[in-house]
């Protein structure tokens, strides 16, 4: 990543972390604070509520709505390096011939990616994109779940997507997330995809959950569980104090990919 790119990166960060800290940020004091043109925070306010990281609001910036994600297409793109540095972290620390749920979520699909070099995976998934990865290996097992198709991400959701993971206990389950509240709760924007998650947490040894950290304080609107209930957290910085006090108090693993 070139300079110019990289201080647009990091301004975009600290645009979403103060939005998150003040709920309403106007363009005059964004501009003041990073010593850029008003037109310039404009373009940056624009960028992030494409990316549905903070709402666009007449003379400033607020936080995102809960009720609705961002899209796919863009999910992929945000963060790609931190996603595949946080999925090649997951991936060390599974060992061969282990049994896996992976649902829903592009952190999680790079995590299917990093797993290609692995012996003898039995993978069981509602995430079609997972599936056609990990199924390019022929000593991989893959199990996909009934359900109904979601068209803009190819997950499997649904009363049958619940009863088919229950049939299951794993080793690891891994899960992504859409954010984290600060007092630990675990939240995401569909009812249907959170009861299959809750499920998967139920039927795992294991979970580890793989996170970038744009989730940290991230609103959404179904409350999916707790932090507390997590083995591992996979990331890519440390997530703020209140989180690190839920962790340490709880003994969650942490691992912050480099």
Known sequence: MDIKRKTVSNRHEQIILLVKESGFVSVEEMAQRFNVTPQT????????????????????????LSTENVAYRHRKEILLDEKKKIADTVADMIQD???LFINIGTTTEYVAN???????????????????????KEDHEVLVT?????SRDCGITGEATVNFI?????????IGISGID??????????????????IIENSRKVYLVTDHTKFGRNAMVRLGSLSEIDMLVTDKKPPEPLMEIITNNNIGLIISR
């Open 114 to 136: 990093a797993l290609m070099n692995h012996n003898k995976l039995r993978i069981i998934t509602n995430n079609l994109n997972v599936a056609a990865i990990m199924s390019k």
């Open 97 to 99: 011939h282990t049994s």
């Open 146 to 150: 009934g359900g109904i198709v979601r």
């Open 41 to 64: 925070i404009r373009r940056d306010i624009n960028f992030l509520d494409s990316e549905g990281l903070i709402s666009r609001h007449h003379g400033g910036a607020g936080l995102s």
């Open 182 to 199: 600060l007092d630990g709760t675990l939240l995401d924007f569909d009812f249907r995809e959170v009861h299959v998650a809750r499920t």
């Open 166 to 174: 229950r049939q299951f206990k794993v080793d690891i389950g891994i």
